[in-house]
């Protein structure tokens, strides 16, 4: 921590790896003591002050990780098996186990996942008011017709939890091979968007998130990156 004032929460953002509002409710819960006094919203922390944590000290040694994986197919963005499939931390060295993804992935797609114990970080990457920019390339299994194209890309698809527009750019003559891009990050979207107009998405393998891409990593492969 540097020789300045600074937010207690974005403090407890960065030592505890949650965002800066998950911050806030351990201090709205009185769960936050500085110096041995119970903090407040809008509390400020200097080198020096001893802050705790439902009485344990915060780790100010914590390192700050960000790490990009392609995520093969089969394989579940959770900490444990869901029946038989394998989890993505299977993969990874211990010591990244730690690590939150960013962004998840179904088990039947692939691609770039992130991985960090960066709370504000991850709430940037994925908040829909930070619209970061996500790529797939998706396989559909019959030729998408240009009405559908057209409902998609320029009006919208409602679905249950709102409406999902996305940008569609033909990646192939049969028009089953499409590059999506889209910055919302609801579950299993394209999917869903795609199934409403009677498509069954075959592949869908996620190339960039934000201003990360896979940059030649091959499936099961991890590298670690810095943040923008």
């Given amino acids: ?18 965002s800066r ?10 769960s936050v003591a500085v110096n ?6 809008g509390a400020r922390v200097s080198f020096g002050d001893t802050v705790t944590v439902d009485g344990h000290p915060v780790d100010t040694s914590t390192e700050l990780m960000y790490v ?15 029946g038989e499939n394998p989890t993505i931390y299977e993969l990874l060295p211990q010591k990244y186990h730690s690590l939150k ?17 960066d709370g504000d970080f991850a709430l940037n990457m994925t908040h829909p008011r930070f619209a970061k920019t996500k790529r797939y390339e998706v396989t559909l299994d019959s030729a998408l ?25 033909r990646a192939s003559e049969d028009r089953t091979e499409w590059i999506v891009t889209m910055h919302e990050g609801r ?31 091959q499936p099961g492969e991890y590298t670690l990156v810095g943040r923008p």
């Fill in 1 to 18: 921590m540097e020789n300045s004032e600074q937010r207690l929460n974005k403090y407890l953002a960065l030592h505890l790896g949650v």
């Fill in 21 to 30: 509002r998950q911050a806030d409710i351990l201090i709205e819960k009185r």
């Fill in 36 to 41: 041995g006094t119970i903090a407040h919203i």
């Fill in 68 to 82: 990009a994986f392609n995520k093969p197919v089969g394989y579940v963005c959770s900490r444990k098996r869901q």
């Fill in 101 to 117: 993804p960013v962004g998840r992935l179904d088990r039947d797609s692939s691609g770039i996942i992130l991985l960090t114990n």
């Fill in 145 to 169: 017709q240009p009405l559908h194209q057209q409902m998609i890309g320029d009006f919208g698809i409602d679905l249950e939890d709102g409406r999902s527009r996305l940008g569609l750019e």
């Fill in 187 to 217: 579950n299993r979207q394209i999917r869903r968007t795609f199934a409403t107009l009677g498509y069954t998405v075959i592949t869908l393998h996620r190339t960039d998130f934000g201003n990360y891409s896979l940059a030649g990593l």
